[in-house]
């Protein structure tokens, strides 16, 4: 089947200089993995750009694919926001990375901008403990309500993780009584 012509994508570049067009030093960087655009965006512009790449015609991302965190604090950084959205009518990607505060992480919600942000900005926040600005249900999705802390976070002690002393005696020790 042959692609039509209103489904012809977009190349990675050209979705950058489109952002960098509109919204300058805010788009913070630019790369190019496995075809798809990954740009690095400035917080305060984050809903923002989100919006207008859903609005915009030329790049019409009408279709909200996932929403993660990562926790970098291991190498220096703090968390990160990954959104990737997907053109149904031009056939190209997207993906937005958000730098949030290491002590404090906070990101604005999509979920205004696409329903479908909803469960994924509670499972991140539940999971990662980033708090999404606005969302209008932030409560937990998949743990049960008394469990603590955030598991996905790295110095979330696991406990197959914690060495423990075994109980039992050593095999093949005699048990003096």
Known sequence: MASSPNRRPLPPADIADRLRAQFGEDVLAFEEVHGHAVV???????HEIAGFLRDDPTLAFDFFDFLTGVDYRGKGRGYQVVTHLYSSRHNHHVRLRLDCDPEDPRCPTLSDL?????????????L?????????HLVKLVLPEQFEGYPLRKDFALMTREAKPWPGAVEGEEIEE
Do not use: D, K, S
């Not at 690095?40 to 984050?46: E, G, I, L, M, Q």
């Open 40 to 46: 690095n965006v400035a917080p305060a512009r984050y």
């Open 114 to 126: 696409w329903a479908g942000a909803n469960w994924h900005e509670r499972e991140t926040w539940e």
């Open 128 to 136: 990662f403990g980033i708090v999404f600005e606005g969302h209008p």
